[in-house]
């Protein structure tokens, strides 16, 4: 029989994008962390950059959960020994409440998590109140522990928004603009954690502001259960792994990494090392790692790199892996050209030349199918590229199951825009790092 860990819980989420749910979960995170609680903070879907700024609230470092992604057993997993350890745990979500298949509002019934909705108020009045009623009735099934009013201009206009809130739909309370507490973006999101250098103060404001509100007190309890067997990791050791040294690329233009991916390659027995291509100029190692991140904003340091660019080039003229995802694509290229039209050479062993846009130009969950499994992840990028290369394989959309994103593969090289969740297929994972004489 599974066993039962009880922990309070709370899954923050909003009516769309750009409400402010970050920046509450931050906000809530340091308010408890501040008062002597531990606390656990997840992120639902694929981001990179809401997880820098939610662990530097909270203390400890924050996982994705996403029932396609990370998929439903493991999803309970880390819900399960996160309620071990802590005392309170945040979940928030992406986009809107019930936004995408699955969605958030999927993943709280799934588990039981009451759903705090947060609604920009600007503008409103009592309409207010018949919006939280949808929100409340829209699906009977899930938990809604109530709905917060954001960016309230007055003591007055709260007054008029509590005033239309049916009685039914519990009332977190009113929040005004925090400016001195907003998070600054950029295209891709977020400005990373280590760029804003007085984010603990922008934290720590944020969190007073919370004292003497419902929020500030601890949500209800809610029961994990103990994954059975069936949802047990599936990761097996894999000797061929053993002892390989894998190169990764980290710092301020290579940072998009989940640190799930590295743990995995760790327990299949590889032994990794950071670089930066940035400050460094040679890079040794059995096979590289480049994740994504933002090339495009240090594309002078990295042009002018040349013992890096060079160390690169020997690395794929010796046969061994480099595996690239997007902003680690690009680095790749012949060229780079940022939003503003200016242009940096770079490794040039991938053909073809890159150029930001000022539009979205991909978007969307989608998988790789590999002859060991198929690897899940997901395509966010605002650049596009040309290339003379014909793709190897394609990803697959989750959506509707169409062609997506090119995978290219070139010598011992293999790039794409997809960002790769490694533990959804640990074998296909591995794969990448493998010499082909080796597999």
């Not at 309230?152 to 928004?161: K, L, N, P, Q, T």
């Amino acid at each position: 029989m599974s066993t039962l860990r009880y922990c309070p819980a709370l899954f923050l989420s909003a009516t769309s994008s750009g409400q402010g749910k970050t920046t509450l979960a931050a906000a809530l995170a340091r308010y408890h962390n501040r008062a002597g609680r531990r606390v656990r903070v997840f992120k639902i879907g694929p981001d990179f950059l809401d997880p820098m700024i939610l662990a530097r609230a909270s203390g400890a470092e924050v996982e994705p959960l996403d029932l396609w992604m990370v998929g439903e057993p493991a999803c309970r997993r880390l819900l399960y020994e996160a309620a071990a350890e802590a005392d309170l745990i945040l979940v928030e979500g992406a986009m809107g409440l019930f936004d995408g298949t699955p969605s958030g509002a999927d993943l709280a019934e799934r588990f039981g998590l009451p759903a705090a909705v947060l609604i920009d108020a600007r503008g409103m009045g009592q309409t207010f109140g018949a919006l939280a009623l949808g929100l409340a009735q829209y699906r009977p099934g899930l938990r809604l522990a109530g709905v917060i009013a954001n960016r309230v201009g007055s003591e007055r206009h709260a007054e008029m928004i509590g005033e239309g809130i049916p009685s039914e739909v519990p009332f977190l309370g009113a929040l005004p603009r925090l400016d001195e507490a907003a998070l600054p973006s950029r295209h891709l999101g977020l400005v990373q954690a280590a760029e804003i250098a007085d984010l603990e103060q922008r934290l720590d404001a944020a969190a007073e502001r919370l004292a003497g509100t419902a929020l500030a007190e601890l949500p209800p309890r809610v029961a994990f259960r103990e994954p059975g067997l069936a949802s047990a990791p599936t990761i097996k050791p894999v000797p061929r792994l053993d002892g390989l040294q894998i190169a990764v690329a980290r710092d301020a233009a290579f940072s998009f990494l989940y640190a799930a991916n590295l743990r995995l390659l760790r327990s299949l027995g590889a032994k990794l090392s950071l670089f930066s291509p940035l400050r460094d100029s040679l890079v040794e190692a059995d096979a590289i790692y480049l994740p994504g991140g933002y090339p495009e904003l240090h594309l002078e340091t990295l042009a002018a790199n040349r013992a890096m660019l060079a160390s690169l080039g020997t690395h794929v003229d010796a046969g061994k892996p480099l595996y690239a995802e997007c902003g680690g694509m690009l680095y790749l290229l012949e060229t780079l050209t940022d939003k503003d039209g200016r242009s940096g050479q770079l490794a040039g062993l991938l053909p073809g030349h890159g150029r930001l846009q000022p539009r979205l130009a991909g978007l969307g969950m989608q998988s790789m199918a590999t002859s060991a499994g198929e690897l899940r992840g997901h395509s966010f990028h605002h650049s596009t590229m040309e290339t003379p290369l014909t793709p190897s394989t394609y990803g697959i959309r989750q959506r509707d199951g169409g062609r997506g994103e090119p995978v290219y593969r070139h010598g011992s090289l293999t790039a794409s825009y997809l960002h790769l969740y490694f533990p959804s297929a640990p074998e296909a994972a591995a794969a990448l790092f493998i010499a082909e004489q080796r597999r």
